[in-house]
């Protein structure tokens, strides 16, 4: 395995959905032990739940125990962070204690920010960007733009100065998202992998997510991913199709075409 495969951990958008019994997980297994389940494939896993609710501090503290010693979350800010821009300092000290378990366990990973479609590239929008980093200061923070008006030529120096990690992405190819630029901002490196649904992306009636990569189209990013993990110390690539499975399935290839141990 080369040198720089060693810093590349593959993994999905949550771990949680009844959709995966029977295409990934055995049938029959309890809600449960998915996650310890989960870990016998990969090393690290993003946590979507924090998205739409801070949970007590032990839920993560559960989650944290039914994982090796070397595993890692990466948690997924909260909407009121990303889609309402909240300034609410309680909101912040109750995300961070949320997460403190995973802190104390060193298996923490990070915080990916999503921003939506119409976060555009203003003035304020960036100030937010600053104000996030200042109440993540002590966190690895990575901003995921789905909108095509962040990248300009000064985007990664932007994101290089303020200490913000770009995550790049893999989408459908439509005007105004964004292009599958590999990146790196900060010493870690990350890639998030949605599918390329374009039928259903702007709400055609179905799942957006609901895509599964053929080999030659993950080929694509495999020596993206390599060049990535080159100037990284580290570098995350997590699937988003999570509709049946689908992500899992793919993440595994991944890992077959990045020669990492399966």
Known sequence: ?????????????????????????PRGIRKGDMLKEY??????VEV?????????????????EKTPSDFEFVIKANQEMTHNQSKDGALYRQFKDAIQP????????????????????????????????EKFQDFPL????????????????????????????????LKGLVPPIAEVTTDIGYVRLHGRNAKNWWGGGG??????????????????????????????????NCHAGQAARNAKLMKELLNLPL
């Open 1 to 25: 395995m080369a040198d720089e495969a060693r810093g590349i951990i593959v993994g999905t958008s949550g771990y949680s959905f009844d959709d995966w019994v029977g295409s990934f997980y």
């Open 39 to 44: 870990t016998k494939h990969f090393r690290g």
């Open 48 to 64: 979507n739940s924090t998205y739409y609710r801070i949970p007590h501090p032990a839920v993560l503290r559960r989650m944290e």
């Open 102 to 133: 995973i802190i104390d366990a060193g298996k923490f990973g990070g915080i990916i920010a999503q921003f939506p479609w119409g976060f555009k590239r203003t003035r304020e929008n960036i100030e937010h960007l600053e104000f996030l980093k």
């Open 142 to 173: 990575f901003v995921e733009f789905r909108n095509s008006e962040w990248i300009t030529p000064d985007l990664f120096e932007n994101l290089r100065s303020m200490g913000i990690g770009y995550c790049a992405v893999d989408e459908p190819r």
């Open 207 to 240: 799942d957006r997510y609901d895509y599964l990569y053929t080999k030659d189209e993950l080929k694509e990013w495999v020596e993206k991913i390599r060049r990535m993990a080159a100037r990284a110390k580290k570098t995350f690539v997590f699937f988003n």
